[in-house]
C-alpha cells in the first residue's frame, strides 16, 4: 500500500511539472512581450513630448525674440519718422530764418523726441555765422537749450553731421556726449535748401540730428517682457554694445571683440551667424549656451542695421518636472520587468545557470535603482505654482505693475515700494530645522524719504534677530541707502523623507518692520552685477555649505495669509500682500553621506551574506552569533543616523535598516530550517538555495521597489 501512495505522489508531481511546463513558457514569453511593447510605448511617449517641447520652445523664442525686435523697431521708427517729417518740412520752408521757431515749436509739442536740432552748414544760415545749431534735448530729468559749434570737424564724434551729408538718413554708432555725460546714438537727416534742391540732387543744406540715449534705449527694453530670466541686447552694426541690462558693459564702450572674452559672453563666440549680413533670424539651444540660460535668438530689428540677441532662461520652458520624473522611471520600470524575464526564459530553456540568473537579474536591479535615484535627483520641483520669481529687471517691472492694477480694481491704495538687497556670508544648519545665517540687508531710498516710511527690516520666521547698522549713505543720485550686518536664526519646516538624495530650499523671509505700513519691498537688482539663477547674486561666492552644494539662488515674491488683522483696522488685505523672499537652493553632497551611511551599509550587507554563505561549513550557534553581532552593528549604525538628522519623520535610506533586520531574521528562520533539515536527514537543498543563490536578488528587488515607492 505504501508503494503504491509513493507511486501516485511521484505521478502527480511529475503531472503537475508538466503541466505548469506548458504554462510557464508562455507566461513568460507574454509577460515579455507586454513589458516590451510598454516600454516602447513609454519611451516613444517621453521623446514625443521631448520633441513636441523643443518645437514649441523655438516657436516661443522665435515670437518673442521676433516681437521684441518689432517692439524696438516701432519706437524707433517713430522717432525716425518724427525727424523725417521735420527734416521734410525744413526743406519746404522758403525762408530758413523761420527755422529756428519751427524747431522750438516741434521739439516743446512733441514729447516723443529725446533732443532735437537743426545744424546748418557754415555760414549756410547766415554769411556772418559760421555755425547755427541750436539744440534742444531732454536726455536728463531737465530739458536744455544750448548752441552746437564745431560740427564740422572730420572726427567720429560727428560723424552724425558729417556721414548724412553723404550717405542720407543714418543711425550712428555709440558716442560719449560730454554736456551731458551719456552714451548715445543719433538718427539723423539731412535738409535741403528746397525741395527741387534735393530732387536735383544738389547737396544738402544742413542736417536734422535727433539724440537717444543708451541708458534710456536699454530701460525701455527693460520692459520688454521676455520671460522668467530673459533679456535682450543690442549690437550695432559696427558690432558696438547699444543696450544691455547691465549698463556699465555699454558705458565702457565694450564691442563684440572685447566681451567674446569676458565670463558670461562665452556665448558670443558661438552664434557667429548672428553677426551675418543677411540675418533675418537665428537660434541656438542649450548645447552652445553656458550657466542657467539656455536658449539664444538674435533677429535683425527694422529700421536699423542693429542686431537684437534675447537670452532666455530655461526656467520659462520647463516641462512639468514631476511628470517627466515619473515617465523616466515607469520607462525604466518596464524595461527592467522586459530583461528580467528574458532572463528567467532563457534560464528555463538552461542558456544561463541559476546563479547567472541572479546575477544578472541583480545588476538590473541596482541599475534601474541608480537611474530612478539619479532621476530624482534631478527632477525634482521645490516651488510652488503661485510663486513669483525675479531674476530680472524687467520682471520686477512686470510685478509692479500687475500689483498696482489688482489694487486699484480693488480701490485699494497704492503701496509705498522699497528697493531692498541681501548678501547672505554664512549658512549653518543648527539642527533639521533652524538655520543660521549672516550677511549684510540694505534699503534703499529716493530722496526726499517720505516721513512715514522708517528705515527698518525683519526676517520672518527668525526665532533669533541682531542686526546692527553697518552704514548709512546718500548717493550722488540722491537716494538714501541704509544697510545693517544681520545674524538671525530662522525656523522652517525642511523634508528630510528623501535623505540622502534630497534637496533644501531655503527662504529667507523679508519684511517692512512695521507691519501697518502700507509698504512692499522690492529686490534691489541694480546693486549686482549678475542676476542669474545660477550666478547666486546675493549668496557671498566662498560661503561654506559643508556637506551641501549650492545650486541656485533667486529673489521670489509668495503671498501670505493670516486669520488676523493683528488689531489694526483696514489690514484685511493680507491674502494679496506680497512677501518678498529669497530662495537659496542646495542639494546634499553625495560623498559625506556615502561614507557616513551608504558605505557601513554596504558592509553590514556583505558581512550578513558572508554569514548566510558559511552557514553549510560553520555550527548553528556560531553562525546565529554571527549574526546577532552583524544585526547589532546595524542598530548601532541606524541609531547613529537617528542621532545625526534629529528628526521625527523616517527617511528613505532609513528604510535599508529596517529592511536589514527583516532580512536578518528570514535567514535566521531559513538557517534553523536548514540546520533542522540535516539534523533530520532530510532534504535541506531548497534551504540553502533560497539562502545563498536568492539573497541578492531578494535585497535588490526590495531596493528597488522601497526606492520606487519614495521617489516615484
Not at 45 to 69: M, N, P
Not at 273 to 282: G, H, Q, R, V
Not at 622 to 642: G, P
Request: charged residues 20%; negative net charge.
Amino acid at each position: 500500500m505504501t508503494v503504491i501512495m509513493q507511486l501516485i505522489d511521484e505521478k502527480s508531481a511529475t503531472l503537475a511539472k508538466k503541466v505548469s511546463g506548458k504554462f510557464i513558457t508562455p507566461l513568460l514569453v507574454a509577460g515579455i512581450l507586454i513589458c516590451l511593447v510598454n516600454a516602447i510605448i513609454a519611451c516613444y511617449l517621453i521623446y514625443q513630448e521631448s520633441s513636441v517641447f523643443q518645437k514649441t520652445v523655438r516657436a516661443e523664442v522665435k515670437t518673442q525674440t521676433i516681437d521684441a525686435a518689432n517692439q524696438i523697431s516701432e519706437k524707433l521708427a517713430g522717432i525716425m519718422n518724427d525727424v523725417n517729417n521735420f527734416a521734410d518740412r525744413i526743406t519746404r520752408l522758403e525762408d530758413k530764418q523761420d527755422t529756428l521757431g519751427f524747431l522750438r515749436h516741434e521739439f516743446y509739442q512733441n514729447s516723443n523726441l529725446f533732443s532735437l536740432s537743426t545744424t546748418f552748414k557754415p555760414y549756410a544760415f547766415d554769411p556772418t555765422r559760421k555755425y547755427v545749431a541750436p539744440y534742444y534735448e531732454r536726455l536728463t530729468d531737465e530739458e536744455k537749450e544750448f548752441e552746437l559749434t564745431g560740427y564740422d570737424q572730420n572726427s567720429t564724434e560727428f560723424s552724425w553731421y558729417n556721414r548724412p551729408l553723404k550717405e542720407g538718413p543714418i543711425w550712428t554708432e555709440p558716442y560719449y556726449e560730454p554736456v551731458n555725460s551719456v552714451l548715445m546714438t543719433t538718427y539723423s537727416v539731412p535738409f535741403y535748401q528746397s525741395e527741387k534742391a534735393r530732387e536735383a540732387g544738389e547737396a544738402p543744406l544742413g542736417v536734422v540730428p535727433s539724440d537717444v540715449s543708451l541708458d534710456h534705449l536699454t530701460t525701455d527694453l527693460k520692459q520688454i517682457q521676455f520671460g522668467a530670466g530673459g533679456y535682450g541686447i543690442i549690437f550695432s552694426s559696427k558690432q558696438n554694445l547699444i543696450s544691455h541690462p547691465v549698463f556699465s558693459h555699454v558705458r565702457e564702450g565694450e564691442s563684440l571683440n572685447t566681451l567674446k572674452h569676458k565670463d558670461g559672453f562665452n556665448y558670443l563666440n558661438k552664434i557667429d551667424k548672428c553677426f551675418a549680413d543677411d540675418l533675418t533670424y537665428a537660434f541656438y539651444n542649450g548645447e552652445v549656451m553656458d550657466n542657467d540660460e539656455d536658449y539664444a535668438a538674435c533677429a535683425h530689428i527694422p529700421q536699423t542695421d542693429w542686431i537684437l540677441i534675447t537670452r532666455m532662461s530655461a526656467d520659462m520652458f520647463q516641462m512639468d518636472k514631476d511628470y517627466r520624473r515619473k515617465s523616466n522611471i515607469g520607462a525604466i520600470s518596464w524595461i527592467a520587468a522586459s530583461l528580467i524575464l528574458i532572463i528567467l526564459l532563457l534560464t528555463r530553456y538552461k542558456q544561463i545557470t541559476w546563479s547567472q540568473n541572479n546575477i544578472w537579474i541583480s545588476i538590473i536591479l541596482v541599475t534601474g535603482t541608480v537611474a530612478s535615484l539619479e532621476f530624482a535627483r534631478s527632477l525634482n520641483t521645490l516651488e510652488e505654482d503661485s510663486t513669483v520669481v525675479i531674476t530680472n529687471t524687467a520682471q520686477r517691472e512686470a510685478f509692479i505693475s500687475n500689483y498696482d492694477a489688482q489694487l486699484t480694481q480693488l480701490r485699494l491704495d497704492l503701496p509705498d515700494y522699497i528697493s531692498t538687497g541681501l548678501m547672505v556670508d554664512s549658512l549653518e544648519f543648527v539642527n533639521a530645522n533652524n538655520i543660521h545665517l549672516t550677511g549684510i540687508v540694505w534699503e534703499r531710498f529716493e530722496t526726499p524719504r517720505p516721513e512715514h516710511i522708517a528705515p527698518e527690516i525683519a526676517f520672518n520666521e527668525a526665532i533669533e534677530s541682531d542686526l546692527k547698522l553697518a552704514y548709512r549713505q546718500t548717493l550722488p543720485t540722491g537716494e538714501e541707502v541704509v544697510g545693517w550686518h544681520f545674524s538671525v536664526v530662522i525656523r522652517q519646516e525642511l523634508d528630510y523623507s528623501k535623505y540622502p538624495f534630497d534637496h533644501k530650499n531655503i527662504v529667507i523671509r523679508l519684511t517692512a518692520s512695521n507691519i501697518g505700513s502700507n509698504t512692499v519691498l522690492v529686490p534691489d537688482l541694480e546693486a549686482y552685477e549678475k542676476l542669474g539663477k545660477t550666478d547666486n547674486p546675493a549668496v557671498a561666492k566662498d560661503i561654506v555649505l559643508e556637506e551641501w552644494t549650492l545650486k541656485q539662488s533667486y529673489y521670489k515674491y509668495t503671498y501670505q495669509h493670516f486669520n488676523t488683522n493683528f488689531g489694526i483696522n483696514g489690514h484685511g488685505f493680507q491674502e494679496i500682500s506680497p512677501e518678498l523672499n529669497y530662495s537659496i537652493n542646495i542639494e546634499r553632497s553625495f560623498l559625506g553621506p556615502f561614507v557616513t551611511t551608504l558605505l557601513p551599509v554596504m558592509v553590514m550587507v556583505c558581512l550578513l551574506y558572508a554569514c548566510v554563505v558559511s552557514m553549510p561549513y560553520t555550527p548553528y550557534g556560531e553562525l546565529r552569533n554571527n549574526i546577532t553581532a552583524v544585526v547589532f552593528t546595524i542598530l548601532l549604525a541606524h541609531y547613529s543616523i537617528r542621532e545625526h538628522l534629529q528628526i521625527n519623520e523616517v527617511v528613505y535610506f532609513e528604510v535599508f535598516y529596517f529592511l536589514l533586520y527583516v532580512i536578518a531574521t528570514v535567514f535566521m528562520l531559513i538557517a534553523h530550517y536548514y540546520y533542522r533539515a540535516k539534523a533530520l536527514d532530510l532534504n535541506s537543498k531548497h534551504f540553502k538555495r533560497v539562502a545563498i543563490v536568492w539573497y541578492w536578488p531578494i535585497l535588490t528587488s526590495a531596493i528597488y521597489v522601497i526606492t520606487i515607492w519614495t521617489y516615484y
